[in-house]
């Protein structure tokens, strides 16, 4: 959504987390209709609430400060102390939301490797434990669509339904964490409402590619909503006249799923171009959403390295592990910001690392 033809430095290609509210947002915010929303009167966030509910075809949504409280509530709703919850092994809930699963839903987290961050009824039916009094038991199945570490991986539609209706078999819940449920549908060309019907309950953020400054949502039941709405509370959750957040949360929620393609065509792009420069080592038919992921190895340079080195051009990414680089498109960087960006991986790699190669 930049304008001019001059690309904004730095060109911020770290996550889709840092985009800025657009004009339209500003004007909400400014305009937004308020009143404590602990009371549940904000008319703002209720109709936020209404319109996700309607959005996902389910009954009741609850307007969260972030996607990792939204987990974590979600994982607290389903869930005893003392019992098991099953993830990929690269899923945000297992590496990136402080243990919160642990340190505040006493439970225990079961990972499972599944390729390109896919999980199948496979791989999760060996780590269901079984009903033993001297077992800890599982309590809940959590998929991630897109998947962040993978790449922006989308679940197959039959996979992610199969997995809901296997472990509901077993009478197990399942919880979506899709944070970037929005890119999965455009990537699939198909509604959120679709591709979430089987999950029993759903978090997504209006603070990814959507473009809000603050927020996600929950999704589910009335009977879900009502408990995460008063474990929202147990948090500190509970916000007042939140409207002015809420209203850029239903301009996000309008508005940008329209043009996520664009930041898919801008990764699309990224990812061709990355995959010819030597030293990376990238599947661009791998890269369907909006992050790219790309292997540094050959460069004999660290991604630290490479990252710092691309700092200093105005390209702003980071590293997801020794040799591996994440570049996530969004729309504050437009088709030139991508175009410069690729430029400067170029003359990065191409100019003297300044010490030994050393082999991987
Ligand atoms: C897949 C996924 N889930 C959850 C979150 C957490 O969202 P937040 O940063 O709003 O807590 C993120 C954040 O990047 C994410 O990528």
């Known amino acids: 959504m930049t304008d001019s033809a001059v690309p904004r430095l730095p060109i911020d290609l770290r996550s889709d987390t ?3 509210p657009t004009p339209a947002m500003r004007r909400a915010m400014a305009e937004a209709e308020v009143g404590d929303d602990v009371y549940g009167e904000d008319p703002t966030v209720n109709r936020l609430q209404a319109r996700a509910a309607e959005i996902f075809g389910r009954e009741a949504a609850l307007f969260v400060p972030s996607g990792s409280m939204g987990n974590l509530l979600a994982i607290k709703a389903w869930t005893r102390h003392g019992t098991e919850v099953i993830s990929e092994q690269r899923a945000h809930i297992a590496i990136y939301e402080m243990a919160s699963m642990s340190a505040i839903a006493g439970c225990m987290p079961r990972v499972a490797s599944a390729p390109k961050g896919i999980l199948t009824w496979e791989l999760i039916e060996p780590l269901i434990r079984p009903k033993l009094y001297y077992c800890s038991q599982t309590a809940l199945v959590e998929l991630e669509n897109t998947s962040n570490m993978h790449g922006g991986s989308v679940y197959p539609p039959a ?5 809901c209706d296997r472990t509901h078999a077993v009478g197990l819940p399942v919880h979506l964490d899709g944070a970037r449920i929005f890119n999965a549908a455009v990537a699939l060309g198909r509604s959120v409402a679709e591709l979430t019907r089987k999950f029993d309950s759903v978090m997504f953020c209006l603070s990814k590619g959507l473009g ?7 999704v589910g039941s009335r009977d879900f909503i009502e408990r995460v709405h008063s474990g929202r509370k147990l948090l500190g959750g509970g916000m007042r006249q939140v409207g002015v ?9 309008e508005q940008t799923p329209a043009i996520l393609h664009v930041d898919h065509e801008n990764a699309g792009r990224l990812a061709e171009e990355l995959a010819r420069i030597p030293g990376i080592s990238l599947d661009p038919r791998e890269v369907v959403t909006n ?3 790309f ?4 460069s004999g340079r660290t991604a630290e390295e490479i990252c710092s080195a691309l700092a200093h051009r105005g390209v702003l990414c980071g590293p997801t592990g020794k040799y591996s680089i994440r570049m996530v498109t969004h729309y504050d960087v437009d088709r030139v910001g991508v175009d410069l960006a690729i430029a400067a991986v170029k003359e990065t790699l191409a100019a003297p690392s300044g010490r030994a190669i050393s082999a991987r």
Do not use: F, H, K, Y
């Not at 996979?159 to 997995?163: G, L, Q």
């Not at 809000?212 to 929950?218: D, K, T």
């Not at 957040?245 to 929620?253: D, T």
């Open 18 to 20: 840092v985009t800025r």
């Open 159 to 163: 996979v992610a339904e199969e997995i």
């Open 212 to 218: 809000a400054p603050v927020g996600s949502m929950l």
């Open 245 to 253: 957040l809420a209203a850029a949360g239903l301009v996000a929620l």
């Open 291 to 293: 992050i790219v992921i």
């Open 295 to 298: 292997d540094v190895g050959s």
